[in-house]
């Protein structure tokens, strides 16, 4: 199992970011993914989720803002991050399943700061 994000940034508040994940190594199309983020000095938070019928959770802190995402032809999912604030600052990782707690990438940094 290969995960690999991309897209983390420095962006303003308010401002908007996406991140990809590409996968391979297993057949992707059939699992579950999921985003997490870990803050500077705190744990491992769930962010999102995306099923194999597409359909969707989210955490209430990112409800209405953030957009999960995935295209099984290209092996990749997203994650649309929309009106981004100070506390959104993370490294985010894409997992297997549906909880954040499966296979992860190395993660991808984002900073939210004026």
């Known amino acids: 199992v290969q995960l690999v994000e991309s897209g983390g940034n420095l962006v303003q508040p308010g401002g908007s970011l996406r991140l990809s994940c590409a996968a391979s190594g297993f057949t992707f199309s059939s699992s579950p993914m999921s985003w997490a983020r870990q803050a500077p000095g705190k744990g491992l938070d769930w962010v999102s989720a995306?099923?194999?019928?597409?359909?969707?959770l989210y955490a209430d802190s990112v409800k209405g803002r953030f957009t999960i995402s995935r295209d099984n032809a290209k092996n990749t999912v997203y994650l649309q991050m929309n009106s981004l604030k100070a506390e959104d600052t993370a490294v985010y990782y894409c997992a297997m399943g549906p909880l954040g707690l499966g296979p992860r990438g190395q993660g991808t940094q984002v900073t939210v700061s004026s």
């Open positions: 995306i099923y194999t019928d597409g359909d969707t």
